[in-house]
Nanobody, 126 residues
Framework: QVQMVESGGGLVQAGGSMRLSCAAS????????MGWFRQAPGKEREFVAA????????SYADSVKGRFTISGDNSQNTVYLQMNSLKPEDTAVYYC???????????????????WGQGTQVTVSS
């Protein structure tokens, strides 16, 4: 069994920064991509960012481009999300995810990912 554990959430003022971490443990597996999603109250889960290991490329939602940076270590199945210039609308529960099988152009789709963390709350105050 694989466990994904996020850390680093909390409360921050608008304009501040926060770094989220996620590590996979348990059964050994090889991921082709890892990503971050978020869900605000009353809204659907949405894509934030993803990192595809084979091509060393990252993708971002338009709402976070230029403010968030995803990074990680494929060999350790760890992924990070550096969030700068945070806004109140970034408030949500943030989930990390890992995929064993990747499809071209699908990094933003939740159903591409096989393993999910429990989520960490990020609250941005105005």
């Amino acid at each position: 069994q694989v466990q994904m554990v996020e850390s680093g959430g909390g409360l921050v003022q608008a304009g501040g920064s926060m770094r989220l971490s996620c590590a996979a443990s348990g059964r050994t597996f090889s991921s082709c991509a890892m990503g971050w999603f978020r869900q605000a109250p009353g809204k659907e889960r949405e894509f934030v960012a993803a990192r595809r290991w084979s091509t060393s490329t990252s993708s971002y939602a338009d709402s976070v481009k230029g403010r968030f940076t995803i990074s990680g270590d494929n060999s350790q199945n760890t992924v990070y999300l550096q969030m700068n210039s945070l806004k109140p609308e970034d408030t949500a529960v943030y989930y990390c995810a890992a995929s064993r099988i990747c499809y071209t152009g699908s990094d933003y789709q939740p159903n591409m990912y096989h393993y999910w963390g429990q989520g960490t709350q990020v609250t941005v105050s105005s």
